[in-house]
Each structure stands twice: as C-alpha cells, then as structure tokens.
C-alpha cells in the first residue's frame, strides 16, 4: 500500500463479522452490521500540541482496534476498502486475553 496517513490519522481495516450467531443461526449479508473492530495498517507520525510539540499517536500497525460505527472516512486503495480516522476515534485496543494470564 503506496499510502502515509497525516498528523494523527490512523488507516483501518475492517476484521468482518462473524457468518453465523452463536446458536448456529447463519446470518444473510443483507442483515450484518458493519463491524466495529479492525486491524491498523498506518499511522501517521501524531499531531501536534499548542507550542508544536510532537504528541506521538499510541497505536502501531497490526494492532487490533475498537471504533464507533460511524467513525472514519471509507476509501478503497489499492482494491482494499480501508477506513481513515483520527487517533481520538478509537475507543482502544483488544489484546489477548489468554496471553495476559500467562504474564500475570
């Protein structure tokens, strides 16, 4: 992907829904929600506070992320449909709960 976020934008891929519910129920594409979890495939480089101080953005590629449903500006490049939103639109970062575990 030939494409470099600005300031404290953030580019997403959307992870998609699951097919079928839990009881087994399969669910036609006409009734799925979009998903609101992705993986980060660019940041960019943070914004900038009052005095021009560098702030630099919390997230790095391949974090799985959580963002409201109506966040971001839908662009297709390079055949991918990505998202580009600001830092400030994702609500945080999922990380591996069996992993924590381990480390605790």
Same mark, same amino acid.
């Given at each position: 992907m030939n494409f470099r976020p600005l300031h404290d934008r953030v580019v997403v891929k959307r992870i998609d829904a699951e097919e079928k519910t839990a009881g087994g129920i399969?669910?036609?594409d006409t009734a799925k929600e979009k998903p609101?979890?992705? =993986? %980060?495939?660019?940041? *960019?480089?943070?914004?900038?506070?009052e005095a021009g101080k560098l702030i630099p953005i919390d997230l790095k590629v391949g974090d799985r992320v959580l963002f409201g449903k109506w966040s971001?500006? =839908? %662009?297709?490049?390079? *055949?991918?449909?990505?998202?580009?939103?600001k830092e400030s639109d994702i609500m945080g970062v999922l990380t591996d709960v069996s992993s924590n575990k381990k480390a605790a």
């Open positions: 399969i669910i036609p609101s979890q992705g =993986e %980060v495939v660019a940041v *960019g480089p943070g914004g900038r506070d971001g500006t =839908e %662009v297709k490049i390079d *055949g991918q449909e990505l998202l580009i939103m």
